[in-house]
């Protein structure tokens, strides 16, 4: 081969060769690139679940700690039990699976509030807080509702009773009207995942 052969540059098979060896190298550096976004994507989002379960599971024991004997009156002149659970889910707009006084304190972000009447319940995939801003008027007024955890598909409560037997339910009458000595929460996401807290009752 002479000097002005070599000099003449790559040949056409050269350059396609060339030409697939970057495309092989793009297109697995893309798919490398994308499964690091991905990952953080997921990872991200796990972490943001778990976030809200712990300040979900955070408030709701903060206030059970809370929970008062204080019955309500209801405007009939019946009076409600201080706890009342429900097996089922709640249908009616201000019924709730979970209902209690809650005493007066501090809450889980440093504020103060006053005694209320708090409510539980799964509604939509969404459990629902309720709150009442009336103790003896509570089941005439109309709530407070926020959602306070999202994609949940099942919300369990059991109560231990005062002969250490767990309970489904809990009809404060039927309970003498005391309190539960603890409660257990259990909570099934929607991608199956199971939760369980249990909650000692003061």
């Known amino acids: ?23 092989v190298i793009a297109v697995a550096g893309y798919h490398g690139l994308q499964s690091v ?19 979900f599971f ?3 024991e903060s206030q ?5 004997l204080r019955r309500v009156h209801l405007p009939d002149g019946r009076v409600q039990p201080a706890l009342l659970g429900y ?6 707009l201000q019924e709730a699976q979970l209902l209690f006084t809650r005493g007066g304190g501090s809450d889980a972000a440093g504020g103060w509030v ?26 005439a007024g109309v709530p407070r509702v926020d959602a306070v955890l999202q994609d949940v ?7 231990l009773s005062s002969l250490f037997v767990w309970e489904s339910q809990w009809a ?8 539960p000595k603890a409660v257990e929460v259990e909570l099934v996401l929607a991608g199956n995942e199971k939760f369980t807290r249990l909650m000692v009752m003061p």
């Open 64 to 68: 059970l700690a809370q929970a008062s």
């Open 58 to 60: 955070s408030r709701m």
């Open 37 to 55: 976004l991905d990952t953080r994507d997921h990872l991200d989002a796990e972490t943001r679940k778990y976030q809200a379960l712990a300040q």
């Open 87 to 92: 097996a089922a889910e709640a249908a009616g």
């Open 114 to 139: 006053t005694p209320q009447r708090v409510g539980y319940r799964l509604r939509n995939r969404s459990i629902e807080l309720l709150r009442w801003d009336h103790l003896d008027q509570a089941p």
């Open 1 to 23: 081969m002479n000097t002005a052969q070599r000099q003449r540059g790559f040949t056409l098979i050269e350059l396609l060769v060339a030409m697939l060896m970057f495309s």
């Open 172 to 179: 404060g009458v039927a309970a003498n009207g005391d309190l």
């Open 153 to 159: 598909r099942e919300f369990n409560v059991r109560y």
